[in-house]
């Protein structure tokens, strides 16, 4: 029972790798950009969710209400201003750009908060707990990861398969400079998507405030998981995201159970053999889809 409980507790950590991961896997699949800041923005909206409730007393999960809407128009604003003067075949400029971004804001938020450890407190929902028959018991917190990171994930491919803009954001995906002689701002679309991208990095920082421990430079572990999430899943693959992160849990769980201190070791240990055997991961994007 203890394994079963392993790989349970494993799947629900997936969640929160995937939403890690999700915004990264649109960003890339739409723009093919690579984002090293992308875990410092995690960290950055789980400090706003601190500076939110310390304000109000609520339940965290009111932040929600403001950081999405505020990380949505500052990932709008910042693409249109900076990033799409980056944008292009060559990756380079936008990793070498994001990667000082990253350090600009693992440096603010330590001078803002110092080097503690932060952790916001959902009140009862800390310890309450959801029976699953047969001896299980999982945390709500988890599990509320892990619908969130459903929910996210199958908002964001309802935009994609439903919507104008989702069409149009896809059609981008496959031949940007096909759309731009269409008449299309391919400059505007690329913010609505960093704009989704950003929105689901708040709902993934709001969470990680709530289910751990975190501090101004968490954010470079957080964009490994979400990296090897991606790259597991398939890159531009959304569904594949999630199953990218389950498998990464899992496997972390797993190796927690062996010996506690292999349980970041074998998340790593996963992803190399998947990338050895297929480099494009388990369900890459088909193009035109």
């Known amino acids: 029972m203890e394994w079963v409980n392993a790989i349970v507790q494993g799947i629900l950590l997936g969640g929160l ?6 915004g990264l896997s649109l960003m890339f699949g739409i723009m093919r950009f690579v984002n090293l800041a992308h875990g410092d923005f995690i960290v950055a909206a789980a400090f706003g969710t601190l500076l939110f409730v310390d304000a109000t007393g609520v339940n965290p999960l009111w932040a929600l209400l403001p950081i999405v809407p505020i990380m949505m128009v500052a990932g709008y604003v910042g693409q249109r201003l ?3 003067r980056l944008s292009g075949k060559d990756i380079l400029p936008s990793i070498l750009v994001t990667f000082g971004l990253s350090i600009i804001l693992q440096n603010l938020m330590l001078e803002q908060f110092s080097a503690d450890s932060q952790r916001v407190s959902a009140g009862t929902l800390d310890t309450s707990a959801i029976s699953l028959g047969a001896g299980l018991t999982v945390g709500t917190v988890p599990f509320l990861l892990f619908v969130s990171a459903i929910v996210v994930i199958a908002v964001l491919n309802w935009i994609f398969a439903k919507t104008a803009i989702g069409r149009q ?12 002689l269409m008449g299309l701002d391919k400059r505007h679309l690329f913010g609505i998507a960093m704009a989704l991208a950003s929105a689901v990095v708040a709902v993934a920082g709001v969470l990680l405030a709530i289910k751990t421990n975190f501090d101004p430079a968490a954010g470079p572990i957080r964009l490994l998981f979400a990296f090897e999430a991606v790259i597991i899943g398939g890159l531009g693959s959304l569904w594949g995201t999630l199953l990218g992160g389950v498998i990464l849990g899992v496997a972390q769980g797993l190796g927690a159970q062996i010996d506690p201190g292999m349980q970041i070791l074998a998340g790593h240990i996963v992803f190399l053999v998947i990338l050895v055997l297929r480099p494009q991961g388990l369900f890459p994007k088909k193009r035109g889809s």
């Open 82 to 84: 900076v990033l799409n």
């Open 169 to 180: 954001l896809r059609a981008t995906s496959d031949d940007p400079e096909t759309v731009g």
């Open 17 to 22: 790798y995937a939403l890690f991961a999700a």
